[in-house]
């Protein structure tokens, strides 16, 4: 349904800014329930299955992923100067915060309270992060890897980081060179298809 109702685009790189800035402001602890629901749901600059190839691309850049993220669709729309507006945006404003919080928390950080409340919200951070995942499940309906291949790539990545704690770059590695295989056999038997149907 998304690739039938038209996208958005922000209005201006102020539009981008103010829009990453409320965006970083509202994602303590694990802003990709934000992002997707923001970008995707209320604002309407990308599809699912946009978010989800362009979140894969961020994740496996240098840096933190939703950065990566503000800078790709700040450049896509405003090229260089909307790159550095998005960029702006995510990382003005939480320093701001980030700063007083911890001239505030600097105190009390050893009070067994304080320990606590950090443990629930990365309880509740890991919650929203599971949720956005099982929502955007759908979306791999239209991968042209199969919803199969990809459940099971993003089983074993689990397996290697979760359980077996190897290193993140080398189950990277190892499943990021399997599932670009994999793509390429899917995307390259498409388009044979394609160009060998009348």
């Not at 995510?90 to 950090?118: C, D, I, R, T």
Request: positive net charge; aromatic residues 8%.
């Amino acid at each position: 349904m998304s690739e039938l109702v038209p996208l958005n685009s922000p209005r201006s790189k102020t539009d981008l800014f103010v829009s990453f800035t409320l965006l970083a402001l509202q994602g303590f602890g694990g802003v990709l329930a934000v992002v997707q629901r923001e970008l995707v749901e209320k604002k309407r600059w990308m599809t699912r299955e946009q978010f989800i190839e362009d979140w894969a691309v961020a994740q496996v850049m240098p840096g933190p992923n939703v950065v990566n993220l503000s800078l790709m669709i700040g450049g896509r729309y405003f090229g260089l100067q909307g790159a550095l507006a998005g960029v702006a945006g995510m990382l003005a404003a939480p320093l701001v915060v980030v700063l007083l919080l911890a001239v505030a928390f600097g105190g009390v950080s050893q009070e067994p309270w304080a320990q606590g409340a950090l443990r629930g919200m990365g309880a509740v951070s890991a919650g929203l992060i599971a949720a956005v995942g099982l929502k955007l499940i759908t979306a791999l309906r239209h991968n042209p890897m199969g919803k199969p291949v990809c459940i099971a790539l993003a089983a074993a990545t689990f397996a290697g980081v979760g359980v077996l704690r190897w290193p993140l770059f080398v189950v990277l590695l190892g499943t990021g060179l399997i599932a670009c295989a994999w793509a390429y056999l899917q995307l390259a038997r498409q388009a044979s298809q394609t160009w060998g149907s009348p």
